[in-house]
């Protein structure tokens, strides 16, 4: 009988493992060890996932809790994958896949599979977990974990093509997929920062918990070329849904992801968050607590940007707020939404941690998205080391068991949106005490001055001055003008504006500029928080 769990190296298996990039078990050269194959099909694995979904929902079976609570952060920062037992470590393809082992903070085992397609059809092999894949000290508490126990996750490492002197594939990777079913990629400026999710569900509802399913399969199809294209299949499996999820990653300036994927629902969900991104922000210039922390700004994303079916361009800064806030953005069809790191100036951050190249993630359908909402969730917190943003998109129909959905959408991973508006964009929020310089400042009115750049803004005659326009759900504008800002860039301008609104509501607000009927800026919304106390006398 043929063990599932490992290759007989007869003439076809070596073939297989050639065909994998990988040696043959005659050669001394370390290799992965690999199941049995079996049949493997996008379709295949949609229909499984409806079945999944049609049952109850059981929760798989891994390592003992006692193990896993010793493989911690301490251990973990001691355990590194050897890159000779990498996938695709000798080709075919680009870039090798390296893999993450069980631990402390992620628990769940995930099976990893290799696609081999063959003339008669693709087959889809198990990667058998063995601590013989990691470099670890004698005493460390994964070598407690048996053979075939599973792995985390995986990274996609750099090309192995590639100028190693400049980026070693072995020392450097561009996209991981560790943890529920959250994922990430580096942008151009080669620095990891906010994630994707597969799914979201019930995000900061106060009546029941949050759920976050998991990615339990990953199918890794062999590359056909060296081009930049990797294909991942992943199964999903939660209390109340299963799916099935195909990614096409590009490795291009950034990274590009196509995303299809199958949904079906076994238990109704309140709130079902749509290709869901994830991200930090504790302050900004927008508004700091006093003394709080040595540096200028801490955030991964400093806005959430809109482009609506309309053709609208929004951008919405992000909040630290005083409890969870949730906005929601209807539209029908969106052209696309994502949270952005537009500050890219060195000088406002001042840490070494690279806040300045911090990617910015924007989500494109493919395929309608239909009636819903760009929903923002902001979540109080203090300190970086949280993520407390969430942006998706919540369809307007409920959600209910025995629903399904059939996706596509594109995530960009870039230093910039990919289709930026050709108006002016903000670029600073800032806020203070109301009123006139050298006068009493009045209680219960706070000052904002809005920044604009680029666009018809730097094509103004001499003379003219934008004018702004704008709105709020509650309060009244006062003190309102615009000026250039006095730094000598063509085109940078601010709108000044006193808001007078009592009481501890929210307020949201508007803002565009425009000169005669021609409009000149994105448009700025914003929620104003109120201190919980009433009071404003001090930006905190």
């Known amino acids: 009988m043929i063990d599932r769990r490992t290759f007989i190296v007869s003439a076809g298996a070596t073939a297989a493992l050639a065909a994998l990039g990988i040696r043959s078990s005659a050669d001394p050269v370390p290799s992965l060890k690999f199941g049995?194959?079996?049949?493997?099909?996008?379709?295949?694995?949609?229909?499984?996932?409806?079945?999944?979904?049609?049952?109850?929902?059981?929760?798989?079976?891994?390592?003992?809790?006692?193990?896993?609570?010793?493989?911690?952060?301490?251990?973990?920062?001691?355990?590194?994958?050897k890159p000779e037992y990498a996938l695709f470590a000798n080709?075919?393809?680009?870039?090798?896949?390296?893999?993450?082992?069980?631990?402390?903070?992620?628990?769940?085992?995930?099976?990893?599979?290799?696609?081999?397609?063959?003339?008669?059809?693709?087959?889809?092999?198990?990667?058998?977990?063995?601590?013989?894949?990691?470099d670890m000290p004698a005493d460390s508490p994964l070598r407690r974990l048996s053979e075939g126990s599973g792995f985390a996750g995986f990274?996609?490492?750099?090309?192995?093509?590639?100028?190693?002197s400049k980026l070693d594939w072995k020392k450097n990777d561009w996209a991981a997929f560790l943890g529920a079913s959250y994922f990430r990629a580096i942008g151009e400026l080669y620095q990891y920062g906010l994630s994707a999710r597969g799914i979201a569900i019930n995000t900061t509802l106060p009546d029941q918990p949050e759920e976050f399913p998991n990615f339990t399969e990953f199918y890794f199809e062999?590359?056909?070329?060296?081009?930049?294209?990797?294909?991942?299949?992943?199964?999903?499996?939660?209390?109340?849904?299963?799916?099935?999820?195909?990614?096409?990653?590009?490795?291009?300036?950034?990274?590009?992801?196509?995303?299809e994927t199958a949904l079906f629902l076994r238990?109704?969900?309140?709130r079902l968050g749509i290709a869901p991104a994830t991200s930090m922000y504790w302050f900004s210039e927008t508004k700091k607590p006093t003394a709080i922390d040595w540096r200028p700004e801490v955030h991964d994303s400093d806005g959430l940007a809109m482009w609506t079916s309309a053709g609208e361009h929004l951008w919405r800064p992000l909040n630290d707020p005083h409890h969870v806030e949730a906005s929601a953005f209807s539209d029908t069809d969106p052209r696309g939404f994502g949270l952005l790191q537009r500050d890219r100036n060195f000088d406002h951050y001042l840490d070494g941690v690279f806040y300045d190249r911090r990617p910015s993630l924007w989500i494109e359908p493919l395929n309608p998205f239909g009636k819903g909402a760009i929903q923002l969730i902001e979540i109080p917190t203090e300190d970086e080391i949280h993520d407390n943003i969430v942006a998706m998109w919540v369809p307007t129909d409920p959600a209910k068991a025995g629903s399904s959905y059939r996706l596509r959408y594109r995530l960009h991973w870039l230093a910039d949106e990919p289709f930026p508006t050709p108006l002016a964009r903000c670029v600073a929020t800032r806020m203070g005490n109301g009123g006139v310089p050298g006068q009493p400042r009045p209680q219960g009115v706070r000052k904002f001055m809005v920044e604009f750049l680029g666009g018809p803004l730097a094509d103004l005659p001499f003379g003219v001055k934008p004018e702004p326009v704008l709105w709020a759900s509650r309060g009244?504008?006062?003190?309102?003008?615009?000026?250039?800002?006095?730094?000598?860039?063509?085109?940078?301008?601010?709108?000044?504006?006193?808001?007078?609104?009592?009481?501890?509501?929210?307020?949201?607000?508007?803002?565009?500029?425009?000169?005669?009927?021609?409009?000149?800026?994105?448009t700025w919304v914003y929620q104003y928080l109120p201190f919980p106390t009433g009071g404003m006398g001090q930006v905190w």
Do not use: C
């Open 476 to 522: 009244t504008f006062s003190y309102i003008f615009t000026e250039a800002v006095p730094d000598g860039v063509s085109g940078h301008w601010r709108a000044q504006f006193d808001l007078t609104a009592t009481g501890n509501d929210p307020v949201d607000m508007k803002l565009y500029l425009k000169n005669g009927d021609k409009v000149l800026s994105e």
């Open 267 to 270: 238990k109704d969900v309140e």
């Open 155 to 164: 990274r996609i490492q750099e090309s192995r093509l590639g100028d190693q």
């Open 36 to 81: 049995g194959g079996k049949p493997f099909s996008f379709d295949e694995l949609i229909s499984r996932a409806k079945e999944l979904a049609s049952r109850p929902y059981e929760q798989g079976k891994g390592p003992s809790d006692e193990v896993l609570n010793k493989i911690d952060y301490d251990a973990l920062s001691k355990i590194h994958f």
């Open 91 to 134: 080709g075919p393809g680009q870039f090798p896949i390296t893999f993450f082992p069980l631990g402390l903070y992620s628990r769940t085992p995930v099976q990893m599979h290799v696609i081999d397609n063959t003339p008669s059809g693709s087959m889809a092999h198990e990667i058998i977990y063995d601590a013989a894949y990691f």
């Open 222 to 259: 062999t590359p056909k070329s060296d081009g930049d294209l990797m294909t991942v299949y992943a199964m999903l499996n939660g209390p109340s849904i299963a799916g099935a999820y195909r990614f096409d990653l590009h490795r291009t300036k950034g990274v590009v992801m196509e995303v």
